[in-house]
């Protein structure tokens, strides 16, 4: 018989309550996964014992073991009672040890368990004592395990659910900690009540919340008696909490109260005691009574004051703790009213007009930050932003379209120094940032080209680049049809660039002709209309006018010129006391000055003025009130005055100075803007009302027959402009009467195509 005596060196020193269980078992309390695999006893031969050695061994055994159990010092023996367990089981009786041991262990863990539930209804420490037995049960299960090491390898692991000595320990103390209700009521409620002190800014004894969750972890009982409940009362906690500080502090302060909890009850627990298992719920529980119960109360208390504040830091942490399901589209939804309600409250304010443009890019850039900065720029808040902008963009017709036209002229009639100052080039990306959001684009598109045409026949430099480059963009965004026009006009300043220099070739020769006449022809049916002012022109420059016509007939068979002279710029030069100035002035303005070169009349009355230039009566007052009564005040008006009447007498203004030598008399904006402004507008719903007869006749030919609702669903999905359900009543009406609809005489709501 060979006896392997290798010394056995215990550890009889008892367990401080600090200290937790070793780790090294491998044992089916302590993972969550069970592992099947059986450690084979080794193939040393087998021996004979008899019943004396039996019950000498077990003596040894039975004695050692209420040593450990009773936490006394052992000084000898043990490693001649681990040679005998290891003699026993090679005779085959480690299932009588495994009994007997079990017998011994089972008694004493149910004594343990008496004295806790005692413990529990009275004693002040019973987490504290409860910590204590625990961790002396775990150490002295160890010792066992080391000294009945050949029971364990050769029957608990192969013949028994248990793998090791320290699992029958641990589920023995399991039954019994499930079997008394006491024990684990008490556990479980002063576990949260330290939990609970620690919440409300308490400090608690972490390590020992730590080690007692770790004990429920290793017998499996952490799932079952302590997180639901743990859960449930964090539940309920938060609810109270929020409850009370959402009327106490404003949004930005509760979303900083929301972010701490969640890194306490997350990450911060989850060091200090609790299982990560746990984590995902308990930080979604926060959420859920912090949050996601009070979003409505968020969103309406607080959201509009900090877009209002642009408090991003809060926006950010509103977005990053809502969840993307449900309660992000609320986020969104919000978000999408404010925008619209400030929009519409002030873009229906009429005295915003002036400010309108750079008011709308300034809010646009603000939506755009807030969601760079704090929406991720998430692609559903994007669209969003974007139709909310259209709604309250068009909630006014038309004139948001002109007033963008009008910022953009504003833009690029700035000085050539100005521009050099800015960035045109994003000024004219911010603009069309607006502009996309529009749906009357054909008023826009009016209103541009009015605009262009004054920038390009002023006498102020055009920028060609800045002009082509808006231009590309305008086509790019709304394609070739939409800037037809405005290309054509910009050839027409080239082409008659090349037509006066050959007029001048052809007539050099001639003095029949004021040289100093540069003449731009341009091409009607893209020219924006003006109205037709008639006037008498000085001789010398109706001379001219004649020439220059004879000149492009003879060169252009079938066409024909029409002057527009209200159109006309002129440069004069002017001899005053005080200097020699160049007045940058309109033809008719011009007409006007020409007058006061008759030395013999120092005064001219209105009547005589309207008499000699011709000009109607209402177009000359304008052009007196620029002259007498503007800035450049080049002529004195008797009386003084800001109106022009029948009695006025004007004279020309000796004292006149400036400290410029080129001075831009600039014309008196009146009704005539306003009149403008309505014939153009009037002018695109015309033409709308032709495109919508052109639709309905389009889609009829192809359909033959529709219905009412049909008809006006298909014209909605084909017509680019805005249009209400009422104007396509009136237009299929029109038709009707034209014969080229009837209808269906079974249906009256049915429309058919006459062929």
Known sequence: MVIDSTPLVLNSKPIKESETPGKQARSKFMSPVHTNAKLLWDSKPSVTTGEEYLKDAWNTHEALIKSILSGKTISSGMNDAYIKCEILCRDGRSAVIYSRVKNVLSRHIDGLAKNLGEMASSYDNFLQYTNKCWNQLSFDLHQLKKLFMPMDRSYIVQSTEYDSIIDLGYSLFKDNLVKNDAIKERLVANILYYVKVERDGGTVDQPLIKSLLQMLMTLSLYSTIFEPRFIEETARYYEQEGRSLIQKIDIPNYLVHVTRRVKEEGEDRKQAYLDKST??????????????????????KGFDSMADEMKLESLKTLYDLLSPEKDRTELRQVFGSYIKKRGIEFIKDP?????????????????????????????????????????????????????????????????????????????????????????????????????????????????EEAEMSMITKLKSECGPDFTKDLEIMFKDMSISSELQAKFREATINTDVYDKTMNVIILTSSAWPNTPKHEAILPPKLAESQEVFKQFYVSKFKGKKLTWHNALGQCILRVRFPRGVKELSTSLFQSIVL??????????????????????DEKELRRVLQSLACGQSQVLTKTPPGTEVKDTDVFAYNADFSAARPRVKISPIISDTSAEENKDTENSVLFNRQCQIDAAIVRIMKAKNKLSHG???????????????ASDIKKRIESLIEKEFLLRDEEDNSAYIYNT
């Open 279 to 300: 984590e995902i719920r308990l930080v979604q529980t926060v959420k859920n009574e912090l949050v996601y119960r009070m979003t409505n109360d968020i969103l309406s």
């Open 594 to 615: 020409f007058l006061f070169n008759d030395e013999t009349k120092e005064t001219i009355s209105f009547p005589e003025i309207a008499t000699a230039t011709g000009i």
């Open 710 to 724: 049909a008809l006006v669903n298909e014209l909605f999905a084909t017509l680019r402009f805005p249009i209400n």
């Open 351 to 463: 005295s915003n007009d002036n400010a309108m443009i750079v008011t709308l890019l300034d809010r646009k850039q603000r939506a755009d930050t807030i969601m760079e900065k704090c929406f991720d720029n998430n692609i559903l808040f994007a669209n969003t932003v974007k139709e909310s902008f259209e709604t309250f963009i068009n909630s006014r017709n038309n004139k948001p379209a002109e007033l963008i036209a009008k910022y953009i002229d504003s833009k690029l009639r700035m000085s050539e120094k100005k521009k050099a100052e800015v960035d045109m080039e994003k000024v004219l990306d911010d603009a069309l940032a607006i502009f996309r959001f529009t749906q009357s684009k054909d008023i826009f598109e009016a209103f541009y080209r009015r605009f262009f045409a004054r920038r390009l026949l002023s006498t102020f430099d055009v920028s």
